[in-house]
């Protein structure tokens, strides 16, 4: 089967550092996405893991390791910005299908001054 | 040109009406989603085409009809809804649907709120 788990919320502050953890168990795995979305907007792409190792991009960094099925997003210098629902898709791999990609329940992030 | 258009924004239809939800992506992108989003969940895959063709059905009833008129635009016709179908349709593009190893990362649409009364 397929599942993936999120923490459903977190809270954190202004400038401190903060990581959501993802673990997920798929059928196939082509690559783990984070996609960030703010309330009633779409979700926008923020990093890509398909190896193992930490993927940094400014103030935000992903981690994968596929033996564990485990990946965190990491984000530093928070900002009052920052605040939104965080999702963790993982694509699968359907032979002849393409990827699907299926998103974790996602982590409501909450960045108090 | 990096958008995934959406129209409407907005929409309420009783559950005898005919409508359809639009998306459209210049981006030169062969694979286009649609996924259902209700409030406070993730999004659920519905249907993926690839070159115009549907490739993945998620079991989605009927009452939603997707089109692939062509590369750039996606329609899906709905008629006969639920209260329950009532949720945000996303819309999402790629260049193609990823086979093999790659980054392709998937641009959403800002979506339609649909409500079915």
Wanted: glycine share 8%; with cysteine; net charge neutral.
């Amino acid at each position: 089967g397929q599942n993936i788990d999120q923490p459903t919320e977190m809270t954190a502050t202004e400038g401190a550092i903060v990581q959501i953890n993802c673990t997920y168990q798929t059928s196939g795995f082509n690559g783990l996405f984070w996609y960030q979305q703010h309330a009633g907007e779409a979700p926008t792409f923020l990093s890509y893991n398909v190896l193992d190792g930490l993927e940094e991009k400014g103030r935000f960094s992903s981690f994968l390791s596929r033996s564990k099925g485990y990946s965190y997003l990491l984000l530093k210098e928070l900002q009052m910005k920052d605040s939104a629902s965080y999702l963790c898709a993982v694509r699968d791999m359907i032979y002849n299908q393409g990827g699907k990609l299926i998103f974790g329940q996602g982590t409501e992030l909450s960045v108090k001054p | 040109d990096t958008e995934v258009t959406q129209t409407p924004k907005h929409l309420v239809m009783g559950m005898t009406n005919k409508k359809s939800l639009k998306c459209e992506q210049h981006m030169g992108h062969r694979a286009m989603y649609w996924y259902k989003q209700k409030a406070k969940k993730p999004p659920e895959l519905m249907f993926v085409y690839s070159y115009e063709k549907l490739s993945i059905n998620e079991s989605v009833p009927s009452r939603f009809s997707p089109e692939c008129p062509n590369s750039s635009l996606l329609n899906l016709h709905l008629h006969a809804l639920q209260p329950e179908d009532s949720a945000l349709y996303l819309c999402a593009s790629s260049p193609t649907t990823g086979t093999g190893t790659t980054n392709e990362k998937l641009f959403f649409g800002s979506g339609t709120q649909l409500s079915v009364l």
